[in-house]
């Protein structure tokens, strides 16, 4: 479609898809860890870019495309503008966050064996639980964290003293311990980085079975 790719070339040349411009989305995205659009929308406007400077950006964009694209000026509008940086940060951004989490829920059912089933909404509040693993009447829950190649073991503690006490909740509840598990891209996929976290897992599967 012309307009879709006026639209992806003129951005990509002035540089307003880049982090200066809609801040670091994937970070951003990994930080809030939302289930569902709306969720990220919110956080997004209000904690990584407000919605006006998204606007103006559209704005920005629409300009650019006056004077460089001129023979296709008539079927770009402000509007076309602002709707495709919002697709942009909002929809696209979630999509791959939500794509690269299914892809390591599959990978952790495919390592251990077991059906990896996705947790509700309450258990995401009160355990801090993304996903979960039934064994007879007891569960063990899962946390997949998404995470930047350069990420520190310090940062990675500081992260599981925070969620202590919800997962010994949930491990005084259902018998199960809680694991979170952390992906980065390696070679152009997705990999769990804390391998060990398999062995544990496995290992209190065999304890509750």
Not at 19 to 46: A, D, L
Not at 105 to 116: A, C, P
């Amino acid at each position: 479609m012309a307009k879709e790719w006026i639209l992806n070339n003129a951005m990509n040349r002035f540089q307003l898809n880049f982090k200066r411009n809609v801040g670091p989305t994937s970070k951003s995205i990994r930080e809030c860890q939302p289930k569902n659009k709306e969720e990220w929308k919110k956080y997004y406007f209000e904690k990584v870019r407000s919605e006006k400077h998204i606007e103006n950006l559209g704005n920005i964009l629409h300009e650019k495309i006056k004077s460089v694209v001129k023979d296709e000026l008539d079927t770009v509008t402000p509007k076309d503008c602002i709707e495709y940086l919002k697709q942009l940060v909002i929809d696209r951004t979630f999509d791959g966050y939500m794509t690269e989490i299914a892809m390591i829920k599959d990978l952790v059912g495919q390592e251990i064996g077991v059906k990896v089933e996705e947790s509700s909404d309450e258990w995401d509040r009160l355990f801090a639980v993304d996903f979960f693993i039934k064994i007879k009447d007891k569960y063990i829950g899962l946390q997949i964290k998404p995470q930047d190649i350069g990420t520190t073991l310090q940062v990675f503690a500081k992260e599981r003293g925070l969620l202590e006490g919800q997962h010994e909740k949930f491990t005084n509840k259902y018998g199960g311990k809680v694991f979170i598990i952390y992906s980065i891209k390696k070679d152009g996929k997705k990999v769990i980085q804390n391998r060990q976290i398999i062995d544990e897992i496995k290992k209190e599967i065999e304890k509750l079975s």
